[in-house]
């Protein structure tokens, strides 16, 4: 079976780090793109950014660079998100995402269960 | 970066009712527009891929259209479980921007 699964919730204070994890099975994790996508409580979707796990290239979204870092490491077939200093605003539920088609970014048919993130004093 | 914007934001209908939710995006997408739903407390689902490809195991009552900038997700017959939110993509430029979402509230 095709899934993604991701690392369970996490609760941290504003300034701490983080990384939250999505693992891919039952396809070839090497020829995928996998992107992370988050939504604020209440919230629609937002495209965070997407990554290679093939040779690591890596797309933001404008109004996530430099506030993630998004990263694989493709002999254990997962794909990582990371913040160096969490503020409240990063309250949310993350999802990795995969697309329908190998080597193609879009069009996602496989989503992980979702990480959610609660950032507070 | 692309906008995509949805509308209505929210919809009463009743079951059996035609629904039909239209996005617009800011430049010509051609067709590279999917529709997602999503439930309460769960993951987005693909629904339409491509503007008008109905995803595998999605029930024929779900149909999209459109090209350039304009697109509509229509339900024929609406199902009690229908009620979810939908959002539209993009996906002709990086960021695949979503669209803010409709709501479908039972009435």
């Known amino acids: 079976e095709v899934q993604l699964e991701q690392s369970g919730a996490e609760v941290k204070k504003p300034g701490e780090s983080l990384k939250i994890s999505c693992t891919g099975s039952g396809f070839s994790f090497t020829t995928y793109w996998i992107a992370w996508v988050r939504q604020m409580p209440g919230k629609g979707l937002e495209w965070m950014g997407i990554i290679y796990p093939g040779d690591s290239d890596v797309r933001y979204s404008p109004s996530f660079q430099g506030q993630v870092t998004i990263s694989a490491d493709k002999s254990i077939n997962t794909a990582y998100l990371q913040w160096t200093s969490l503020k409240a605003s990063d309250t949310a539920m993350y999802y990795c995402a995969r697309p329908k088609d190998a080597y193609i970014m879009d069009t996602f048919d496989i989503w992980g269960q979702g990480t959610k993130a609660t950032v507070s004093s | 970066d692309i906008q995509m914007t949805q509308s209505p934001s929210s919809l009463s209908p009743s079951v059996g009712d035609r629904v039909t939710i239209t996005c617009r995006a800011s430049q010509s997408i051609v067709k590279y527009l999917n529709w997602y739903q999503q439930k309460p407390g769960k993951a987005p689902k693909l629904l339409i891929y491509a503007a008008s490809s109905l995803e595998s195991g999605v029930p024929s009552r779900f149909t999209g259209s459109g090209s350039g900038t304009d697109f509509t997700l229509t339900i024929s017959s609406l199902q009690p479980e229908d009620f979810a939110t939908y959002y539209c993509?993009?996906?002709?430029?990086?960021?695949?921007?979503f669209g803010q979402g409709t709501k479908l509230q039972i009435k």
């Open positions: 993509q993009q996906s002709y430029n990086t960021p695949h921007s």
